[in-house]
């Protein structure tokens, strides 16, 4: 009976010094964590908001049968409100790519303390031939047809709307009008 209270009361030593560590790593780390990640955090946030902004005007824009028309032909075009995206998207590809092809056949070691100067020493990884090295070509991945008319779908139907409304409401003004 003893033995079994001695068990107990050191297996509770062991999980409140359990509980206690892991209570200091989450004062320690969770914060930590926040700090490093504020800087993604907010360029996240600013991205959304951009977007959201983005989204009400166009959507508020919509109301006018031009806007409809200039944003079904400018995605048609490629050039529409989707297109720095696209531009974003191509070059963080490009960017992968040069990364994979160059930068990552080389081991780069930095010397030196907070206090002294620093130096960098780079070498290529074995196999890897610096005079054979070429930079990727950027293949631009242009917004197919096909993809501009399935985002712009709203826009097309928008304007047969438009032209359905106005063509009824020209008709009943018509007929309403008396010649004399």
């Known amino acids: 009976m003893f033995g079994t209270l001695i068990a107990k009361e050191i297996l509770e030593t062991v999980l409140d010094f359990r509980f206690a560590i892991i209570t200091v790593l989450f004062l ?16 996240r946030l600013a991205n959304y908001q951009r977007e959201h902004q983005m989204s009400v005007a166009v ?9 409809c028309y200039t944003y079904l032909v400018s995605s048609l075009s490629g050039t529409g409100t989707a297109a720095p995206d696209a531009f974003i998207r191509n070059a ?9 092809a160059i930068y990552d056949n080389f081991v780069i070691k930095r010397y030196g303390g907070t206090h002294g100067g620093t130096a960098i020493s780079g070498r290529a ?9 070429s930079i990727p070509d950027m293949e631009y991945q242009y917004t197919t047809p096909a ?4 985002a712009g779908w709203t826009d097309a139907f928008l304007r047969v709307v438009f032209a359905v409304l106005f063509s009824a ?10 010649v004399r």
Do not use: C, H, T, W
Not at 28 to 43: A, T
Not at 125 to 133: L, N, R, T, V
Not at 147 to 150: N, Q, Y
């Open 28 to 43: 320690v780390l969770i914060p930590l964590g926040m700090y490093v990640g504020r800087e993604d955090y907010e360029r």
């Open 59 to 67: 959507n508020l824009s919509r109301l006018s049968p031009v806007s």
């Open 92 to 100: 963080e590809r490009y960017q992968d790519q040069a990364k994979r």
């Open 125 to 133: 990884i074995e196999g890897f031939d610096e005079s054979k090295a």
């Open 147 to 150: 993809e501009a008319l399935r």
């Open 169 to 178: 409401v020209a008709f009943v003004r018509f007929n309403k009008y008396d």
